[in-house]
């Protein structure tokens, strides 16, 4: 049986984005093949979840969840770390978001003295180090799990080069790399100098409800759905000129944008300056039952992303029964076939599949059809035997 030390940042329900669904699904299948998992990830003052706590995530299946106290959290950048740690007046805590990240891995060397494992797994930039520290004390192999990079947050621009070293550092020192598609793998061998035998790719996948699609909402509006962060990532500021270009064709289709980000006042003066903000709802954050409801309200979900490793949420749409339109700079075009891409730089072709995906009925359910069809097929449970076979081979080699 493996033991796995695992480090993230977020898991369900205490999850913001696309990492915790994907540890989530990870873990779960893992400990359904007998794996042993135990997380370690951070907990914010104010958190449900105690410290080593035992959570069940499926039948005959547990991982161990261990807290370590901190101001981390998913998605955390320099300026909204600054504003968390105002709230909070112990001193324990780093003073910036990066001498936190250093105290979290600090934290790691005391939990590899005292747990038993084979392996660590480190997921993303904030958790390199915690794994290397880890690794050192340990002298168990370490395995880092690219999700994404400071390339593919910044779009290229601006990149912050702490961020940026440390992944570099944490890929180059551990035993093997992983990541969510080809698509990344290209990237990390391009920008990171990694070498290509070092790196195997484990694509995402989404967990399916025997109920898939059952509930689909009765509605009469077309209705285009965004969710995801508003984040220079993602794409919103293509999906709203697109959206501009749909409404001059046909002025009652609906738009929705649901989530939030740094993007989200520049989003909303921009629909306001298009003059469609009585066309385009924001939604908000979106969680648990509400997520699968936006996706059933929807006739048609768009990413539109400028750089997305992966991106689960096309999976979640079709799951729900609503096809997708995606952005061809996206690992998830990799496993799905069955959905309409585009250049995220086009918006003419953006606005002309969204408008032919809501108006040619035949289209719209072939989309839909086949991409339910398509979308049971692309399960955790793969992932994981990749995995599996992954550590087991690394741990062969050590």
């Known amino acids: 049986m493996v033991k796995v030390l695992m480090f993230g940042w977020e898991f369900p329900p205490m999850n913001s984005g696309g990492l915790g669904t994907a540890c989530y699904g990870i873990t779960k299948s893992l400990a359904e093949k007998g794996v042993e998992v135990l997380f370690v ?15 069940i995530i499926g039948v005959n299946t547990t991982v161990k969840i261990r807290k370590v106290d901190s101001m981390l959290a998913a998605y955390m950048t320099s300026e909204s770390y600054k504003k968390a740690l105002k709230g909070n007046a112990s001193s324990i805590y780093g ?12 934290e790691a060397k005391k939990i590899a003295k005292e747990e038993d494992f084979d392996i660590i797994h480190a997921h993303d930039w904030m958790t390199y180090e915690a794994g290397l520290n880890a690794k050192k004390i340990s002298k168990k192999p370490l395995v880092v799990h690219v999700h994404a990079t400071e390339l593919d947050r910044t779009g290229g621009n601006a990149v912050h080069q702490y961020v940026y070293d440390l992944e570099r550092k944490g890929m180059t020192l551990a035993d093997k790399v992983i990541t969510v598609s080809n698509y990344t793998k290209n990237l990390v061998q391009k920008h990171y100098a990694i070498p290509k035998e070092k790196i195997e790719v484990v694509h995402n996948a989404v967990e399916i409800n025997n109920n898939i699609a059952a509930s689909k909402l009765t509605k009469k509006d077309k209705v285009v759905l965004f969710l995801g962060r508003i984040t220079l990532q993602k794409g919103p500021d293509y999906f709203v000129k697109a959206a501009k270009r749909v409404l001059e064709l046909d002025p009652d289709i609906k738009f929705i944008v649901a989530g939030h980000g740094d993007m989200e006042p520049k989003i909303i003066e921009e629909v306001a300056a298009q003059g469609i903000g009585d066309r385009v709802l924001f939604a908000g954050f979106l969680q648990g039952a509400d997520i699968d409801k936006a996706y059933q ?10 750089s997305e490793p992966f991106g689960i949420t096309p999976l979640e749409s079709l799951k729900n029964g609503t096809p997708v339109l995606v952005s061809r700079d996206s690992g998830v075009t990799e496993v799905l076939r069955n959905c309409l891409k585009v250049d995220f730089w086009d918006v003419d072709d953006m606005a002309n599949k969204m408008y032919a995906a809501l108006h ?26 990749k995995l599996l076979n992954i550590y087991q081979r690394v741990i062969a080699k050590t």
């Not at 309200?297 to 400028?306: E, I």
């Open 41 to 55: 990830m951070p907990q914010r003052p104010g958190d449900a979840v105690n410290d080593e706590e035992m959570r």
């Open 95 to 106: 003073p910036t978001l990066f001498q936190e990240v250093k105290r979290f891995a600090e």
């Open 297 to 306: 309200l929807a006739s048609l979900y768009v990413l539109p992303s400028v």
């Open 360 to 385: 040619y009925p035949a289209l719209h359910e072939e989309l839909k059809n086949n991409g339910v069809e398509e979308v049971k097929r692309i399960t955790w449970g793969k992932s994981a035997s």
